[in-house]
């Protein structure tokens, strides 16, 4: 179309506007347009002309009076159309109504129509809830968010209206909410908007702004799905989620179920590596005892072949008898068949090292080198021990812990928004003191004199070291909310730490400067977690959003984007490659997402599977396995290659309380350990792991630990408990773990996948964190919880 074509569509637009002294002004210069010169030509601009005519109809429609009351005709006619549609379609398009619902409502507010906005709401609320089945907590809080919205004002100064309507730090992309559809569904939803006319401009608008439309091919998220791999989770489905057939809602769970099978399905079908790295630790170690193997059964055979060519001792000894000889040879032949078969036990794939993936440094890798020839053997029948440390009078302020590698250091995050560095040795070293001070053995008088003959200091009194702050506790302030996430980096140099201020920290441990702050969250990060080969980290935040990081950045690689929920979990994969996330509330599911392309990978749906939301995961050391715990005690675990559930505690097994965290042990991972609020740790034996333990070498014989009265009263470097400030973790922790397990016997195995070996019992302390050190000492923390009253 020609300039003067756009001067005549104006007109006729302030004119149907009705406004004559606009048209006045304007007709002055309006330019007529020439005349055509061919038939063809004229035909295409009357076309051209009469199809922006009917949009200049539109828009005259959608601009004329009564702006805010066209917002709610076109949602109700959206409610209408979806009620209209095939049963096969309804589910996955009823999942537009809320996100539609919620931008329409701040549209209204933004445009100064909250009288209108509160009618929407009235209206729809309940509608809203019924129609999103296992979604109905999540948007039952953003309908109560939208209530206090009321005017303008109060929409600038809102954090959830900032990221709904695009105006967070995630800009426009961030605001748009991801609604997967089958094809033709998709079609159906385009073929609409584009044939209602003016009316639908309102909606057009609004699925362009928030809504990230993601075709998925395969059935529509109504019809009936392939059978889920998990029984479980298909009989849960079929009978239309927990409520049951007859409950109230089961309509519209059973159709949120069958979506979330139909989901699963697809996403379950992708093929994906879980193999470890080539030229990973554990095989490095490996290879070196078989080749340590072949050259001891080399020089048996050569010792051997030298004895039988002279049988004289070169030291005066007797000659070798053709007996010893034989012996000899056949201990020398029994090694090196014993050397290949190691080298030929299957333990999984292997995968390329990928390019955006750093190396190692030496030092960490001869350091793991030499942590791995000094682990103990863990088993069903050599339990671990496990040394608690409890944190005193950090009961109501203690959020999170974690461990270095053999358990030297501690650091935690707090409610008053710091982040704590404990350093075991020096904190057991002044325990040790004031218990010999308090015991008369340290004199309180004169320090006699030094080797030099000048006076030496008098040593500290018990009420000195009672008063003055601990040794050997490292504060670390920046956070302005409090901490719900800490972890070391791989070589233990680095710290980081995720907060309530949407931020996540990179301190250093050894003197606890703030390194980099990485912005990006939008409302409270849960989970933090460094990855095992250095540079990169994830995080978890209540913004339904999981990050991938790089140290160099200060904005995010990548966004993990599919939950509907917060992400409260977050775990690297052995081979780096994949990271697994867990969202509880609406969402309860756990999903493993690729690392390069974003994208999700593993669907796996709680359900009946794992009872409650999903509060903690752990990944198996070969990576095959997935386990993750729940807020009301239960236990599952998956197999990754088939998206099928392996094993789930029993309820007579579970924990009484939520579970807050698992453990995997170190090298096959034959024990999985939980810890949570109902002051236990549970030993669970995984019998994969114990598989590839005994394809490599013999189980060692005997049972201790789980079924004992006692645990371990220290760790690698760390005798005693944490103790900390006198504000805030206390200053008299003791390494106590009571093992009051009740297992079937030492050295039994109990029945079943995933049985639990035993249990240790802590005096009152629930268990915040647990980690295997690299020497397999099972480590434990908490704070302490008095029960009863105070005598």
């Known amino acids: 179309m020609r300039d003067s074509d756009w001067d005549q569509l104006f007109l006729q637009y302030i004119r149907k506007r009705g406004l004559r002294d606009v048209e006045e002004r304007f007709v002055q210069h309006v330019r007529q347009p020439p005349p055509p010169g061919d038939k063809e030509e004229a035909a295409a601009v009357a076309a051209g002309v009469e199809m922006a005519s009917v949009l200049i109809d539109d828009l005259v429609c959608f601009a004329a009076g009564h702006e805010a009351a066209v917002y709610g005709d076109a949602y109700e006619a959206l409610v209408n159309w979806v009620d209209s549609c095939l049963d096969m379609y309804r589910p996955e398009l009823r999942r537009l109504l809320h996100p539609v619902f919620v931008r329409l409502y701040l549209t209204l507010v933004d445009m100064e129509a909250g009288r209108e906005a509160a009618a929407l709401l009235a209206r729809y609320r309940a509608r809203v809830l019924a129609t999103l089945g296992g979604m109905r907590r999540a948007a039952a809080n953003d309908l109560s968010q939208l209530a206090a919205l009321t005017s303008r004002s109060l929409l600038r100064g809102s954090a959830f209206a900032a990221a709904r309507l695009g105006l967070g730090p995630g800009g426009p992309a961030a ?133 039988e060519a002279d049988p004289a001792a070169a030291d005066g000894q007797e000659p070798q008898t053709k007996k010893a000889k034989k012996a000899a040879e056949k201990a020398a ?90 350093d075991m040795p020096t904190i057991s070293q002044h325990h040790a003191l004031l218990r010999r001070s308090r015991r008369g053995q340290v004199p309180g008088g004169g320090g006699g004199t030094n080797p030099d003959g000048t006076p030496a200091p008098a040593p500290p009194s018990a009420d000195d070291l009672e008063e003055s702050e601990p040794p050997g506790t490292l504060y670390l302030h920046g956070h302005t909310a409090a901490v719900h996430a800490v972890d070391f980096s791989v ?115 709680c359900g009946r599977t794992l009872p409650g939301s999903p509060t903690c995961l752990a990944l198996s050391p070969d990576g095959s396995q997935i386990a993750a715990g729940s807020d009301e005690g239960a236990v599952a675990v998956w197999d990754l290659g088939t998206a099928r559930r392996v094993a789930a505690s029993q309820p007579a097994a579970a924990h009484t309380g939520a579970v807050w965290c698992l453990a995997y042990s170190q090298g096959d991972g034959c024990v999985l350990a939980s810890g949570g609020a109902d002051e236990t740790v549970r030993l669970w034996r995984n019998d994969t792991g114990e598989a590839l333990a005994a394809a490599g070498v013999a189980a060692a014989g005997g049972g201790s630990g789980a079924d004992g009265e006692g645990g371990a009263e220290g760790g690698e470097g760390a005798a005693e408990g944490a103790a900390g400030s006198k504000e805030g973790s206390g200053k008299d922790g003791k390494g106590d773990a009571k093992g009051d397990g009740k297992g079937d016997g030492k050295g039994a195995k109990p029945a079943g996948p995933y049985a639990q070996l035993g249990r240790y019992r802590t005096k009152s302390s629930p268990v915040v964190s647990l980690a295997f050190s690299s020497r397999n000492l099972l480590l434990a923390a908490g704070p302490f919880h008095r029960r009863g009253p105070i005598t």
């Open 175 to 307: 605001a748009k909410t991801a609604v997967s559809l089958s094809p033709y569904a998709h079609d159906l939803l385009m073929r609409w908007l584009h044939t209602g006319g003016g009316r639908m401009l309102p909606l057009l608008s609004v699925v362009n702004s928030c809504l990230d439309l993601q075709v998925l091919e395969g059935l529509p998220k109504g019809a009936p799905a392939a059978p889920v791999p998990d029984d479980d989770l298909a009989d849960e489905l079929a009978g239309g989620g927990p409520g049951g057939a007859g409950g109230p809602g089961a309509d519209e769970a059973g159709a949120d179920a069958g979506a979330d099978a139909a989901e699963a399905n697809m996403v379950n079908r992708t093929e994906i590596k879980l193999g470890l790295l080539q030229g990973n630790v554990e095989d490095v170690y490996r290879e070196q005892q078989e080749k340590q193997k072949a050259e001891a059964a080399a020089a048996a055979a050569a010792a051997a072949a030298a004895g």
């Open 333 to 422: 032949a029994a090694a090196a068949a014993a050397a290949a078969t190691n080298k030929s036990v299957v333990r999984g794939e292997r995968i390329e090292h990928p390019p955006f993936l750093p190396k190692l440094p030496d030092d960490v890798v001869a350091a793991a080198l030499r942590d791995i020839s000094l682990r103990a053997p863990v088993s069903a029948a050599t339990p671990p021990s496990c040394a608690f440390f409890t944190f005193v009078n950090a009961k109501q302020t203690l959020n999170c812990s974690t461990f270095n590698c053999d358990g030297s250091k501690i650091v935690a995050g707090f409610n008053d928004s710091s982040v704590r560095v404990y």
């Open 491 to 605: 070589d233990q140099r680095l710290v980081l730490s995720g907060s309530s201020d949407g931020t996540v920290r990179v301190w250093g441990a050894e003197f606890g400067s703030c390194l980099a702050v990485y912005p990006g969250h939008v409302f409270p990060v849960w989970d933090v977690a460094a990855c095992p080969l250095g540079h990169w980290f994830a995080s978890a935040g209540a913004d339904r959003v999981a990050r991938l990081w790089v140290s160099e950045r200060t904005q995010p690689l990548r966004l993990l984007v599919g939950h509907n929920a917060d992400v409260d979990v977050v775990r690297w994969h052995p081979n780096c490659c994949l990271v697994a996330t867990a969202a509880g509330q609406a969402d309860r599911t756990v999903r493993l997402w690729d690392v390069r392309e974003g994208k999700c990978v593993r669907y796996l749906p």
